[in-house]
């Protein structure tokens, strides 16, 4: 049964679909992918999906049983959702272990900064920062991380909330993790993903490198225009003749 599903979902930019009534599910314990080519409406699709954009029509299914028309981005983790964004969310002036401390709490932000954090905090921010390679780096400033560290620190932040029994969260999308990402980061990023659906979550996952596709992907949706154009097994889906000229342009 799947854990996420859409029905019909639309959303439009003046007058334009963005994504046009689509269709699709994901299922926990899997990576599923999503493709295209450049404004075939990825983003826009996980946008509308966590509350950024609203939805225009049609409605998304959480479990089978929760049927939403409308979703704030503030609600997401009510629903046991969670995501990383193209353009790294963090509190810059904050240090890199007080931004993984943060979502260790049910509190507020501004009283999560001055309480006492106990040994449970420490200990799971520790772990999640030595896994991402930054737990050398916890008494920096965010603002002071290269581009890849503060991709590895907004990761950092999601296994802490999946890990931290804040909440059940069951569906995490990341919209393009690996962009601008150096060999040794990939790695480290790539090990997560595998590691979040071997935990049985569900995983969704944009991304433009196609061997990593290949690698991750259990099920793999390619959009165009808005529109879902094939779906299936990575390996068999990129050999169609439609997907390599829509996204390969061949």
Do not use: C
């Amino acid at each position: 049964m799947p854990i996420l599903s859409t029905k019909n979902i639309s959303k439009r930019f003046d007058g334009v679909h963005a994504v046009n009534s689509l269709s699709i599910s994901f299922e926990a314990g899997k990576i599923t992918s999503i493709v295209g080519p450049n404004g075939s409406g990825k983003s826009t699709l996980i946008n509308t999906l966590t509350g950024i954009h609203p939805i225009d029509s049609g409605e998304m299914i959480i479990l089978d049983s929760t049927h939403l028309s409308k979703i704030r981005a503030h609600q997401i983790p009510f629903y046991g959702m969670t995501r990383t964004f193209q353009d790294v969310k963090l509190f810059e002036q904050m240090l890199v272990l007080d931004n993984v401390l943060v979502v260790l709490t049910e509190r507020s932000i501004w009283k999560s900064l001055f309480e006492k954090h106990n040994a449970f905090h420490l200990e799971k921010a520790e772990e999640v920062l030595k896994k991402v390679g930054l737990w050398e780096k916890r008494n920096e400033l965010a603002k002071n991380l290269s581009y890849g560290q503060r991709k590895l620190l907004e990761i950092a932040r999601i296994l802490a909330m999946v890990h931290s029994g804040v909440g059940d969260i069951e569906i995490i999308f990341f919209d393009e993790p690996f962009a601008g990402l150096f060999p040794e980061m990939i790695k480290v990023v790539v090990s997560v993903l595998k590691e979040l659906r071997t935990q049985g979550k569900a995983v969704i996952l944009v991304e433009h490198n196609m061997d990593l596709i290949r690698e991750l992907s259990d099920h793999l949706y390619v959009l165009d225009s808005g529109e879902l154009l094939a779906e299936g097994k990575p390996n068999e889906v990129l050999e169609k003749r439609d997907v390599i000229e829509a996204y390969l342009g061949e």
